[in-house]
């Protein structure tokens, strides 16, 4: 069976929908591939008609994609006469990938079929300050249990995505001065894994992941998404005509530090004062909270006492999520997406975060930006983080081009 070939860590890699069809001439069987990814079954003819290809040259592509195993039969089209037409089928059990969310204190691996959808899962208390080789070591060891588990050997193994709690330039799968994780900057992470399997090793921030992850399974129709993450820090990522945008260097979406408006001088982790961390997050929150006199030490004590009806602590998270609001009316005039998710921890908090945001951004924008623009809570979970992993890691392993290389080289 081919697999794809033995690339560098990546480079540039798109998120989702990446069609990087071959240099010359017509499609080739990458991106049959691609029109075949939706699942549907199909007959040659209906593969000729799709790509304007010859009946012989769609027959050698499908030939090539069966034997890799990609494509597989999958019934007989209705007859008009005669033998009824074989039709085929994107076979998404042909190889797994692994998907990786690693949080402050989580870590979470999950082996998924070519669709993103885990097959099987593990979870357990990771502490991210352990150090990038204790952590890394503790992904090698469960994504080998899980192969094993699953009676896959390792060249069924075609790419590995990683989700980081800390700035990560993408390009490398370096983190970049991560603050809560001390002896990762520029850490090669796509290497040290690389060292097990020659595959390539995809990583990101953890809301780029998130947001992948949400789009995938519940948004997968909708083109411009803005998922925004409210936890012990804010970030957001950004989907903006099916792709995730990162920017130069991977920065795009850092929401913690910009200025919240009208917010007081309170200083912040990064050394500046006012930015929107420091006066909205689930940090924020917990102390204001205690100084009020209503005792809060985690964003989960924030949900309960919200949950409870505690009307200081559903005050505080509807302001703050009217701050992070003004900030957010800014994002939808820029990005005009359709849909804002939000989504990590504080997102629990029942409406009370939700309505803060829906007042000022509806407030706020112009009506052309708001007239299709919804505002939803995220609907992904735990499982969000390893779902974009592993998408991340297939849309890179089943690029066009990646997959015409691999049958080249079959
Ligand atoms: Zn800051």
Redesign the pocket.
Known sequence: MPQPPRAPAHRGAAAIGEFTGPSSGAPGAGELLQLLRDGQPRTRAELSRLTGLARSTVSLRVDALLASGLLAPSGEAASTGGRPPARFAFNPKARVVAGVDLGATHGRVALTDLTGRPLSEVAEHVDISAGPITVLDWVVATTQRLLDEAARDSGDLVGIGIGLPGPVEHSSGRPMRPPIMPGWDGFDVPGHLRRHWDVPVLVDNDVNIMALGEHVMAHPNLDHLLYVKVATGIGAGIISGRRLLRGAVGAAGDL??VAAPHAPDVL?????TG????VASGRAIVKHLTAAGVPAATNSDVVALVSGGNIAAAQAVRQAGRTIGEVLATCVSLLNPELVVIGGSLAQAGESLIAGVREVVYGRSLPLATVRLQIVPATTGTQGGVIGAATMAIQHALAANRIDEALAGA
Do not use: I, Q, S, V
């Open positions: 913690g530090h912040c982790t990064c050394g500046n930015c929107l961390e420091a």
